[in-house]
């Protein structure tokens, strides 16, 4: 199983930029297509943005979309989240997660998929 170690995470004012960092290790990083969720106080984990195994496809949450993007570079073992014009609603613990897959270009959303989670980063945005 791939073991996730996620970093970036801390606290900024609102409009402020952060970007997350997951680095990947104990099995073949290219196997997994690799997904960002976060979960708020009270709330349910939700998807953020999911990047497939080559890194051609991807998808960002509506509530993300045009402010957060997803990458990754398979030569590190590593996948990232930049975040840009961040609001106090962002706040959460953001956890990087693995799926593992055959298709080089598949790309999930549904947390249930995803087989191996990191330990979570705290993103706290002040207003």
């Known amino acids: 199983q791939v073991q996730l170690v996620e970093s970036g995470g801390g606290l900024v004012q609102a409009g402020g930029s952060l970007r997350l960092s997951c680095a990947a290790s104990?099995?073949?990083?290219?196997?997994?297509?690799m997904g960002w969720f976060r979960q708020a106080p009270g709330k349910e984990r939700e998807f953020v943005a999911v990047?497939?195994?080559?890194?051609?496809?991807?998808n960002h949450a509506d509530s993300v979309k045009g402010r957060f993007t997803i990458s990754r570079d398979n030569a590190k073992n590593a996948v990232y989240l930049q975040m840009n014009s961040l609001k106090p609603e962002d706040t959460a613990v953001y956890y990087c997660?693995?799926?593992?897959?055959?298709?080089?270009?598949?790309?999930?959303?549904?947390?249930?998929?995803?087989?191996?989670w990191g330990q979570g980063t705290q993103v706290t945005v002040s207003s």
């Open positions: 104990g099995r073949t990083f290219s196997n997994y297509a």
């Open positions: 997660a693995a799926d593992f897959t055959l298709n080089k270009s598949y790309i999930g959303s549904q947390s249930r998929d995803y087989t191996a």
């Open positions: 990047i497939s195994r080559s890194g051609d496809n991807t």
